[in-house]
């Protein structure tokens, strides 16, 4: 977030912030019927929680994140 999407520490917090209550939310049951074991969180809410936070910062949601260029932070 502070690199690519050059926002600011506080802006930073306040994403990640946002993403963890929507992204650590546990699923209801870690076991479905047929008895094969689920993931504890979902892995589609970040995915779709992290593209939210990319668009947000007038990035394209199929942007690649590596920053080449000379003025790149060095996080």
């Known amino acids: ?12 917090i306040d994403a990640y912030l946002s993403l963890s209550d929507r992204i650590f939310q546990k699923k209801r049951h870690r076991v479905t019927v047929k008895g094969d074991i689920q993931g504890r969180f979902d892995s589609e809410e970040l995915a779709q929680a992290v593209r939210e936070v990319i668009t947000a910062r007038g ?6 994140l590596k920053d080449v260029s000379q003025n790149a932070c060095k996080v």
Not at 59 to 64: N, R
Request: charged share 30%.
């Open 59 to 64: 990035v394209p949601e199929d942007a690649l």
């Open 1 to 12: 977030m502070l690199g690519r999407l050059r926002m600011s520490i506080s802006d930073s």
